[in-house]
């Protein structure tokens, strides 16, 4: 029996819920906005400045949304204002082998970081990959953001030696995680 004067666990001022074709714009303006407060002393300033919503990158959010076989796509939500995304789904890699699913992206608005919304869209989206069938995971990230490297491993992801590198109008480098599906439920 409960204590008469306990006060019952607050629940999150946010929820995580299935994207929908109408976040499309929202979950882009969360990507560059984001993109342009965590990245900087990391990918270059002209390319961090020139970021910004484009239409056509928010017609193919909306696109991949609709599509069944697109990916998960889920959004942090607060007030009905989207605050944070992630994307999963098939590795963009073939050389990735059979039953590994990938981590694309989870972002969240600055603002937002460090209230458990990242944590929560990072454990969806492990949790649909292995309903889907995968056995694990992978994820790229920035090598230089520290404070990514360090929520991810928190998270149960290792990094598994892999590196590469990207020309953002400069070279950035990236850094792969992996991680065992079973134990994320």
């Not at 109408?22 to 270059?44: F, H, L, M, S």
């Not at 992630?86 to 972002?107: L, N, R, S």
Request: hydrophobic share 40%; with cysteine.
């Amino acid at each position: 029996m409960p204590e008469p004067n306990a006060v019952p666990a607050a629940h999150p001022p946010w929820t995580i819920r299935p994207a929908t074709s109408d976040d499309a714009e929202a979950i882009e303006t969360v990507r560059v906005a984001t993109w342009k407060a965590c990245y900087r002393g990391i990918v270059p300033d002209t390319y961090l400045d020139s970021l910004k919503v484009q239409s056509s990158r928010v017609d193919r959010m909306r696109a991949a949304i609709d599509r069944a076989d697109a990916g998960v796509r889920v959004v942090g939500v607060a007030d009905s204002q989207v605050i944070g995304m992630g994307i999963a789904g098939e590795p963009e890699d073939e050389q990735v082998q059979q039953g590994v699913g990938e981590i694309y992206a989870v972002y969240v608005l600055t603002q937002w970081q460090g209230r458990g919304v990242g944590r929560a869209l990072l454990e969806r989206l492990t949790f649909t990959l292995q309903a889907l069938g995968y056995r694990s995971a992978i994820l790229w990230t920035l090598r230089d953001r520290r404070a990514t490297r360090r929520f991810y491993e928190a998270n149960g992801w290792k990094f598994d030696g892999a590196e590469d590198s990207l020309d953002l109008q400069g070279p950035v480098h990236l850094v792969r995680y992996a991680r065992e599906l079973s134990d994320s439920a």
